[in-house]
């Protein structure tokens, strides 16, 4: 991967483990990702790395089904939920695939060069 690619994706990885809602499973591969950067384990690492953040975004589809669900009400409280179900939904009538939180938004971000890191 070209320098440019690398440094950009480094800096969207920093996002990505900085955000609150980070999952602690796409913290732990981009952290190992970092760590092999430079190394003979950096492609090895790419593909894992990549595969977390591809199992990790969610499609504004389910975080709509999840958000707007009574497991969804529990997790978030009632108020919170309906406002992400509410903002997932005008989101997505502009367009959006995924939900637009700084761990997602950091992610697909890292994935529009996933051609670019293989």
């Not at 939920?81 to 989101?91: D, F, L, S």
Request: aromatic share 6%; net charge negative; proline share 3%.
């Amino acid at each position: 991967m070209n320098k440019e690619v690398l440094n950009y994706v480094i800096e969207k990885t920093h996002e990505l483990m900085n955000a609150p809602s980070c999952s602690s499973e796409a913290k732990a591969a981009a952290q190992n990702w970092l760590d092999a950067v430079g190394t003979a384990n950096e492609a090895g690492e790419t593909k894992k790395y990549l595969a977390e953040l591809e199992a990790d975004i969610m499609p504004i589809d389910n975080l709509i089904g999840f958000a707007g669900s009574a497991a969804g009400a529990k997790y978030f409280g009632a108020e919170l939920a309906g406002n992400i179900t509410t903002h997932a939904k005008e989101i997505k009538l502009g367009g959006a695939e995924y939900c637009d939180c700084p761990a997602c938004a950091a992610v697909a971000a890292i994935l529009t060069k996933k051609a670019e890191m293989l």
